[in-house]
């Protein structure tokens, strides 16, 4: 089973910015697309963000603009930089592989990380 482990989540005001960092377990990441996902209080899970084994990348329109996907394939590892941070932005952040259908379709998948809160307030 995929372990994911996410990090780098916090406390920001309006306008500011955050990377995270998300590296699954195995070996499993250069065969898979990856995707950020976010969800916040009664709201349901959504995809933020996509990005292919090559690099090809996809975005919510509420973030186009303002996050940036990428992956670094030697250390296993996706990023989401965040910028101009919007208070509507605080949620839990998720990630996840698989095929790229799945990742735009929000699953199925086989597990969830713990994700990593990120509060956007002054």
């Known amino acids: 089973q995929v372990q994911l482990v996410e990090s780098g989540g916090g406390l920001v005001q309006p306008g500011g910015s955050l990377r995270l960092s998300c590296k699954p377990s195995?070996?499993?990441?250069?065969?898979?697309?990856m995707g950020w996902y976010r969800q916040a209080p009664g709201k349901q899970r959504e995809l933020v963000a996509a990005?292919?084994?090559?690099?090809?990348?996809n975005y919510a329109d509420s973030v186009k603009g303002r996050f940036t996907i990428s992956r670094d394939n030697a250390k296993n590892t996706v990023y989401l930089k965040m910028s101009s941070l919007k208070p509507e932005d605080t949620a839990v952040y998720y990630c996840?592989?698989?095929?790229?259908?799945?990742?735009?379709?929000?699953?199925?998948?086989?597990?969830w990380g713990q994700g990593t809160q990120v509060t956007v307030s002054s």
């Open positions: 996840n592989a698989g095929p790229i259908i799945r990742i735009m379709n929000g699953g199925p998948f086989g597990s």
């Open positions: 195995g070996s499993i990441f250069s065969i898979n697309a």
């Open positions: 990005i292919t084994t090559g690099g090809s990348t």
